[in-house]
């Protein structure tokens, strides 16, 4: 079972900046696909970025030109660099497999876009 730790939210102003962080468990990590997903408050869950165990990437067109995700294998670790952030940004962030694969939820990470 592959446990999941996001990290990196916090409040931001409008057109600031984060880097999310998924440290993930397992030795098998490499080999899958991840996403990012936000949910915020009152909404469904959705995802906001994907990337693919050959670093192939995809974007919500909410978010494209302005999210970046990456992975490092080597630690286990999937990102997220938010730029130009949005009040509709705000939500609680998640990563998980591509499509989910049964893996436990993590606690995520709160993102807030206020002045």
């Known amino acids: 079972q592959v446990q999941l730790v996001e990290s990196g939210g916090g409040l931001v102003q409008p057109g600031g900046s984060l880097r999310l962080s998924c440290a993930a468990s397992?030795?098998?990590?490499?080999?899958?696909?991840m996403a990012w997903y936000r949910q915020a408050p009152g909404k469904q869950r959705e995802v906001v970025a994907r990337i693919t165990s050959g670093d192939i990437t995809n974007y919500a067109d909410s978010v494209k030109g302005r999210f970046t995700t990456s992975r490092d294998n080597a630690k286990n670790t999937v990102y997220l660099q938010m730029n130009s952030l949005k009040p509709e940004d705000t939500a609680v962030y998640y990563c998980?497999?591509?499509?989910?694969?049964?893996?436990?939820w993590g606690q995520g990470t709160q993102v807030t876009v206020s002045s």
């Open positions: 998980n497999a591509d499509p989910p694969r049964g893996w436990a």
């Open positions: 397992g030795s098998v990590f490499s080999f899958y696909n």
